[in-house]
């Protein structure tokens, strides 16, 4: 029983951890293989999977990691690139954070 309880607060300690994350999708984009519509999203890192949620609640997977960067950003900045005549999103570093993610 003792496990258990142990089990379930390591648990909990982790998934307290994962930090969630605001950002605007101005055009339809590809974060890693999903697709988003215009519209903001709330995005939660855990290992290397990134859960996106609209303003719906509808939940998209993608492959993402976080990545500390050497200063603290000023402004939510989405970064994307155009191939294929598709827009996609590279990363995302967040206002007043030193993390970014990096969609893969």
């Known amino acids: 029983m003792i496990k258990y309880l142990g089990?379930?607060?390591?648990?909990?300690?982790?998934?307290?951890?994962?930090?969630?994350?605001?950002?605007t999708?101005?055009?339809p984009s590809q974060a890693g293989a999903a697709q988003l519509k215009p519209g903001d999203?709330?995005?939660?890192?855990e290992g290397s999977q990134a859960i996106?949620?609209?303003n719906r609640g509808h939940e998209i997977a993608a492959t993402a990691k976080i990545e500390t960067?050497?200063?603290?950003?000023?402004?939510?900045?989405?970064?994307?690139s155009n191939a294929d005549?598709?827009?996609?999103i590279n990363s995302?570093?967040?206002?007043?954070?030193?993390?970014?993610?990096?969609f893969e």
């Open 25 to 27: 999708v101005l055009d």
């Open 7 to 23: 089990l379930f607060a390591l648990l909990g300690a982790s998934l307290a951890s994962a930090k969630t994350y605001h950002f």
């Open 52 to 54: 996106l949620q609209d």
């Open 85 to 88: 005549g598709q827009r996609h």
């Open 92 to 102: 995302v570093e967040f206002a007043g954070s030193h993390e970014k993610v990096v």
């Open 41 to 45: 999203y709330r995005v939660k890192v």
């Open 69 to 80: 960067m050497d200063h603290k950003a000023h402004d939510t900045i989405v970064s994307s």
